[in-house]
């Protein structure tokens, strides 16, 4: 496999080497992830053996992490990496090297399509041996993001026909949900499914188990008569922690607002990488149109959210 070589480093990126490592959290992640077992997952994405050399893989998967930390586009990534020494220094370059193009971002993205879940499954394994991730329990949650495309009407199409009309309470919204299983100890995603709008929580709930947690902690929207002390998935039993939901007729009783309010402060925690990747990160809006590569776009949200828990964890 023909790769571009970025490891000759000149006497000057050293001496900035030095003085930026100690500052940026970027050097920090990097020593905390081995990418060794990331380059294997992804060495078969540039077979070619002819023609212009490739930026390596793990190079360019370190591209799609900056992308998601700092929200940015293909052409601003090119330009960023470009100009950031911090970028420059996380990615393994000189700083008198220039990165890929934008056409090249974007190919890699596609091209890593289908290896996205075995990345995120690869650094929580990495993180589960470090101790971070100590499965005492699994915190559940769903949240719409609106689609990339307008809905359709009777005079048009939506661009985007995976997408549909989904609600909660009051809110509607046309586009997708995100799923989400967290630790609930650390809070790394250790589970992670996009499906449209309309799913209702409750159906994914056996996709966000890894299978050696304790305990399941969700909100009322997860709710089952049968699961009012375990949960049974797949003919396992998991101690609930599933807040209660009145129904006509059967009305809380006090001890299960108690309940209720102790599951509440613990699950809300699962409320957090929303936050910071639709607020902080500036992902509001679904970037594609089509389920599968936005599917792709959330295993790389979490790939990136985990590693800065990691890092803030270990810190």
Not at 49 to 69: E, H, N, S, T
Not at 206 to 231: C, P, T
Not at 234 to 242: A, N, Q, R
Not at 280 to 285: A, E, N, P, T
């Amino acid at each position: 496999m023909i790769k571009k070589n970025n490891s000759q480093t000149s006497f000057a990126s050293l001496q900035v080497k030095n003085c930026v490592a100690k500052t940026s959290w970027l050097q920090q992640v990097n020593k905390i992830i081995n990418w060794k077992p990331i380059e294997r997952i992804l060495a078969d994405i540039h077979p070619a053996k002819r023609g212009r050399p490739a930026f390596d893989p793990v190079f360019m998967f370190k591209i799609l992490l900056l992308q998601q930390w700092f929200n940015l586009s293909d052409p601003q990534a090119e330009a960023q990496i470009n100009d950031r020494i911090s970028f420059k220094l996380f990615l393994g370059m000189d700083i008198a090297d220039t990165g890929p193009d934008e056409t090249t971002i974007c190919r890699f993205r596609k091209e890593i399509g289908d290896k996205a879940e075995k990345l995120l499954d690869e650094i929580n394994r990495q993180f589960l041996e470090k101790g971070i991730v100590v499965r005492t329990g699994t915190m559940m949650d769903a949240s719409f993001i609106q689609a990339a495309a307008r809905p359709g009407n009777k005079k048009r199409e939506s661009k985007d026909q995976d997408a549909t009309w989904g609600q909660k309470g009051k809110k509607s919204v046309f586009g997708y949900k995100m799923h989400i299983g967290a630790d609930v100890d650390s809070g790394i995603i250790r589970k992670a499914v996009l499906t449209t709008a309309k799913i209702h929580d409750s159906v994914m709930i056996s996709h966000l188990v890894s299978g050696d947690e304790k305990k399941i902690f969700a909100d009322k929207a997860y709710w089952r008569k049968e699961w009012n002390d375990h949960v049974e998935i797949d003919g396992k039993k998991y101690k609930s922690g599933i807040m209660k939901k009145a129904v006509r007729g059967n009305p809380l009783s006090k001890e299960d607002k108690e309940r209720n309010k102790v599951i509440a402060k613990i699950r809300a925690n699962v409320e957090r990488p929303f936050a910071i990747i639709k607020s902080k990160w500036g992902h509001m809006r679904a970037r594609y149109f089509d389920q599968f590569r936005n599917e792709v776009h959330l295993y790389l949200l979490c790939i990136a959210y985990n590693m800065r828990r990691a890092y803030a964890l270990l810190g």
